[in-house]
């Protein structure tokens, strides 16, 4: 045996600098504690997929990365999440002002019941990124072309957006995230309201986006965890228990836990 | 949770049934190869015959294993060592199926082969007939064990077949030269010799697939080719035979 060398396994062809760095994080809902200790690097322009089955913690840590736990009273933060070095749990840090650097996309496709030109202009406005209609006509053309959707809804912009369909709110949502050039882009569940065709139609926009943010998606959806991201992160009961290249989780992966997850012998 | 059975059994029912199948087309081939080794050396054209038409089965087992498998794959997108499971035996079962034709061509020529004089060099085919066989249980016993060891053990036997058949490659092409009336049976012997080497190889094939089934990492290493038949002259020495 001695000699033959084995393959070292494939390690993630990572060049591009951390974006964002979890460092122990630890999350508590009142006395529970939803998160042991995450540690994990997302590199920039990179698509970070989070897998694991219902209530291992992999929302939670979404939401750690944009404050949005905030808004729960009883939920607390543990550890530190830096955003390019810089803490984003720092006291003197503004919120809005993250949210408008890590954007997110939720589940359930939510336009604000406004106009579709309006709901892209919405964040623009808040932050003061522009103030002519020219810039703002900019911003919404950019930003839906971005998202996919230009070319649908470019004759209707001043109907409303809850008037489109699932997949085209959904990538309204996208186009409302996008027009405040965030770094990051959250994703929860993105596609599972939506039906194959709007789903195809999102992962190919994620791809695109790719080239511009950096990306984390929380998917239960283990088939497009494999096909939009570069590395892929197992959470169960509130560890994440393996993060690697994506093809290295789905072909060969370390922990027996994954392995049974991915395989459907979970039980 | 841990990886025990899915949670879809008839998945699990599946993949044992492409694992069943394996096993069972391994152990024709195993027989095929015996039977064909046998035929050889008693000079048994009724075997032969019998081994010939055995072929048939291996050619059924490698499309229902083939059927099966893109099925699987098609279906149930298999991920993680499931997915190596039904790649490992769509290859397989194309080595075993390549093995038994080497089988079928042995049982052929020995047919012609007993039609003319016992060559001396061709107590060598028994010896690597069992060779074979024995690799081929080994690394069919390493698949159905997903012992890594044994399959391992296996692929370094290889060797020893090579340097058989590089020995007999030798000792053919001096009775060739000896006498031109050795030429058709020494040249049957050579491909039966060849094909017997050959098997050798899809044996250690099955070994590194069982590797990469179990890993989930290809085995590397360069096994030392002792097949030196490639570079082997002969020269006639003058004022001899």
């Known amino acids: 045996m001695d000699s033959m060398t084995l393959n070292k396994p494939v390690q993630a062809a990572v060049t591009q600098p951390v974006k964002v760095s979890a460092r122990d994080v630890k999350v508590y809902y009142g006395a529970k504690r939803a998160l042991h200790g995450v540690n994990v690097d997302i590199y920039q322009n990179e698509v970070l997929a989070m897998i694991g089955p219902s209530g291992c913690g992999k929302s939670t840590f979404l939401r750690t990365l944009n404050r949005m736990n905030d808004t729960i009273d009883i939920c607390r933060v543990e550890g530190k999440i830096l955003l390019d070095g810089e803490d984003i749990y720092d006291p003197k840090l503004d919120v809005v002002q993250l949210r408008a650097r890590v954007g997110m996309v939720f589940q359930k496709p939510n336009p604000f019941p406004k106009s579709i030109y309006e709901n892209v202009i919405y964040g623009p406005k808040l932050h003061g990124l522009a103030t002519r209609k020219d810039e703002f006509d900019a911003i919404v053309e950019t930003s839906l072309k971005r998202a996919g959707l230009w070319n649908e809804v470019k004759d209707r912009l001043h109907e409303p957006g809850t008037g489109l369909s699932g997949g085209q709110q959904q990538r309204l949502c996208i186009a409302r995230a996008v027009a405040v050039s965030p770094e990051v882009i959250l994703m929860d569940e993105p596609c599972s309201a939506l039906d194959p065709i709007a789903t195809a139609h999102i992962e190919e926009l994620i791809d695109e986006l790719r080239e511009s943010f950096t990306i984390a998606i929380v998917t239960h959806n283990m088939q497009q965890a494999a096909r939009v991201s570069q590395r892929t992160a197992f959470f169960h009961l509130g560890d994440l228990v393996e993060v690697g290249d994506t093809e290295e989780i789905f072909t060969n992966p370390r922990d027996e836990r994954t392995q049974g997850y991915i395989t459907g012998r979970y039980g | ?241």
């Not at chain 2, 152990?27 to 095929?32: D, F, I, L, T, Y």
């Not at chain 2, 070994?207 to 989930?216: D, I, K, M, P, Y």
């Not at chain 2, 002259?233 to 001899?240: C, L, R, Y």
């Open chain 2, 1 to 241: 949770m841990s990886p025990t059975e899915h949670t879809v059994k008839s998945f699990e029912a599946e993949l044992q049934r492409l694992s069943n199948l394996i096993a069972q087309m391994g152990g024709v081939v195993e027989a095929q190869v015996e039977a064909a080794v046998q035929a050889v050396g008693r000079r048994d054209v009724e075997g032969a015959t019998k081994v010939m038409q055995g072929d048939v089965r291996l050619d059924e087992f490698e499309r229902q294993i083939e059927h099966d498998a893109i099925r699987m794959l098609a279906l149930r997108a298999p991920v993680g060592v499931d997915l190596r499971e039904v790649l490992a035996a769509l290859k397989i079962s194309a080595d075993l199926e390549r093995t038994g034709d080497y089988a079928a061509n042995i049982a052929k020529r020995s047919i012609a082969l007993a039609q003319l004089p016992v060559m001396r060099p061709a107590g060598t085919i028994p010896r690597m007939g069992r060779l074979v066989q024995e690799m081929l249980k080994d690394v069919l016993d390493a698949y159905i064990d997903r012992d890594v060891e044994k399959a391992v053990a296996a692929w370094h036997r290889d060797e020893e077949l090579d340097d058989l058949y590089t020995s007999l490659f030798r000792e053919v092409l001096t009775y060739m030269m000896e006498d031109p009336r050795n030429i058709t049976p020494c040249t049957h012997l050579l491909f039966i010799a060849k094909n017997l080497e050959r098997a050798g190889d899809h044996a250690t094939n099955i070994a590194e697939t069982v590797h990469f089934l179990v890993r989930g990492q290809p085995l590397t290493a360069e096994r030392p080719k002792g097949d030196k038949s490639s570079f082997t002259i002969i020269e006639p020495v003058e004022g001899e035979g």
